[in-house]
């Protein structure tokens, strides 16, 4: 049970928090199907159970989007993740929880004060020419505020928010637990994997609230960079910390604000488009390391029509393999190899397929809708479109990597053409793919590959085997055998035979207390024998105990 897991009481006023939230947006039946109502009774904490009213009339993803909007920073990335899970949500959903922004108020000024000069060492005044104490930006996450180095320069200084990791901390240990009852108790919920998703959500939280983390990222990203037409900030090697993170200030306008300002000043939106469109494939397809959240609130317009990209602090990485599997499900959509695009599907998937032969006549379907279209002729956003709408209809799952891309991929296309409403991703695609299958699916390319792996394979096969051989002679060879609900089957089992038991004991103090009664000699209280009254009390109070556990279970 939920109560189990709950090793301490420390999260439990959260879990009210939590619980009191879904009752007043109508979502009252999860409270009591993940049990916590329950938990919370046992607790001594009781739950109004009614205050929905006016949810009636909103959607349930209103209602979602509303609900994470209400439970704080937390659970308003968790929205914003999701999002972008066009493969596991209907659009919309995503299209509602894309809304999300974080409504969030200034931190206290005098405990992020205390807080930045612990970081800083000294007073803000003394480490730069100049400091600004009102935040130009604030996130749940961090808030940024603007200063002015000793040498002249224009510097960023994000600070996160005092005793934010605390909130967080509390909030993933509950998503992790309720995660875990949820894919247990409620099966309409298994297709989303919600250990999987949280567990991957908890990652990318935990490094957004390390700063050093976000350091890193932005380094790695200036150094893939090419050229000058996009930028990400310098950072200030010497002020960087879990907590604070100096870098170079970007004066300008976000590219939305320039955008909803009706494209001021001398800029082409045109070329706009081209420089972020090239910089972002190239992360992608080449580096295979990405800004994973380029919307256009995190491009700057710079001086001289160039780009910068800030707040690095969520990025994605994609292996060279899954860097070729992207390819060749272009090239296999394009050339009309249905059966190429089933196994890259599934191996993203991870081969668990409820249907197969609906799923390879869908593919067919899918794949058909490209039959004659050259691959720079390819509507992008369309095709994604198809492509999660396909996996959503057949219950299968992207992993984190493969959906980060998509969802970059869905924004870039969206960003240009809100800067030219004539560009087309896939013209910007189509050299990038030529010229990464060129370089790692030529036949020089693949036998080179090859040839690596089979040197590593026969370099590893003498230590395989005295492994082998060294268990078989010492009897530790295993075969384990693993069932979906083995786990759950032999719990149950176990409370079964625990159950028998104790009524194959009741009956027996039963029978001796009955035997014992028919014995003159001993002590005697009221009449009766004191061992045979003693055993008959305890035969009573088992067989209560018993039926209440049995009536409790509804099993």
């Not at 001021?264 to 990405?290: N, Y």
């Not at 924004?411 to 896939?426: C, H, I, K, N, Q």
């Not at 409370?495 to 009955?514: F, H, W, Y």
Request: charged share 30%.
């Amino acid at each position: 049970m939920l109560w189990d897991a709950l090793s301490t009481a420390r999260d439990l006023g959260r879990l009210h928090e939590i619980a009191s939230a879904l009752i007043r947006h109508g979502l009252g039946d999860v409270v009591r199907r993940l049990g916590i109502g329950a938990v919370l009774e046992r607790a001594g904490r009781l739950l109004h159970w009614k205050g929905a009213q006016g949810f009636g009339q909103k959607s349930l993803a209103v209602r979602a989007r509303e609900l994470c909007e209400e439970l704080g920073p937390t659970f308003v990335k968790l929205g914003q993740i999701l999002a972008g899970r066009t493969d596991l949500l209907p659009p919309e959903w995503t299209e509602e929880l894309a809304k999300l922004h974080e409504r969030t108020a200034q931190s206290d000024p005098a405990q992020v004060r205390a807080q930045l000069v612990e970081d800083l060492g000294a007073e803000p005044e003394e480490v730069f020419a100049a400091f600004d104490p009102e935040p130009v930006a604030s996130a749940s996450i961090a808030q940024v505020y603007r200063a002015t180095s000793k040498t002249g320069d224009e510097l960023a200084v994000k600070v996160r928010r005092p005793g934010v990791r605390e909130v967080v901390d509390a909030d993933l240990r509950l998503l992790t637990r309720l995660a875990e009852h949820a894919e247990e108790e409620l099966p309409e919920l298994a297709r989303f994997r919600p250990r999987v998703l949280v567990r991957h959500f908890a990652r990318t939280l935990k490094d957004e609230l390390d700063l050093r983390v976000e350091a890193r990222n932005v380094k790695r990203l200036a150094a893939n960079l090419v050229g000058d037409e996009l930028r990400v900030p310098r950072i200030e090697d010497d002020l960087v910390g879990e907590r604070l993170l100096v870098m170079e200030f970007f004066e300008g306008p976000s590219l939305g604000a320039w955008i909803r300002a009706g494209e001021p000043g001398d800029a082409d939106p045109r070329e706009l488009a081209r420089i972020g469109a090239d910089a972002v494939l190239r992360m992608v397809l080449v580096d295979g390391f990405f800004h994973a959240d380029p919307h256009p609130g995190n491009v700057i317009l710079l001086e001289g029509g160039r780009l910068g990209l800030v707040d690095a602090g969520m990025v994605g990485r994609l292996t060279q393999a899954r860097r070729l599997e992207y390819l060749r499900l272009l090239a296999a959509i394009v050339e009309r190899r249905e059966d190429e695009v089933v196994d890259i599907l599934l191996t993203w998937s991870g081969g668990e397929l409820p249907d197969e032969d609906v799923f390879a006549a869908d593919c067919a379907a899918f794949v058909d809708r490209y039959h004659g279209v050259a691959l720079q002729d390819l509507d992008v956003e369309r095709l994604l479109s198809d492509l999660t709408a396909l996996l959503r209809d057949n219950d299968l799952f992207l992993p984190q990597d493969v959906a980060l891309l998509l969802k970059v991929f869905v924004t870039l296309e969206g960003l240009g053409r809100a800067l030219d409403p004539s560009f087309v991703m896939s013209e910007r695609i189509e050299p990038f793919v030529r010229e990464e299958i060129q370089k790692h699916l030529s036949p020089t390319a693949v036998m080179s590959r090859g040839a690596r792996e089979m040197g590593r394979t026969l370099l590893d096969l003498p230590q395989d085997l005295r492994r082998m051989v060294r268990s078989l002679g010492r009897g530790r060879v295993q075969m384990e055998v693993g069932g979906k609900e083995l786990r759950r089957f032999g719990a149950k089992l176990d409370r079964s035979t625990n159950r028998l038991t104790m009524g194959i004991v009741t009956a027996a103090l039963i029978v001796g207390t009955a035997i014992s009664l028919t014995v003159p000699a001993g002590p005697r209280l009221l009449g009766l024998p004191v061992f045979a009254l003693i055993g008959f009390l305890s035969s009573i109070g088992t067989g209560v105990w018993l039926l209440v556990s049995i009536a409790r279970s509804g099993k």
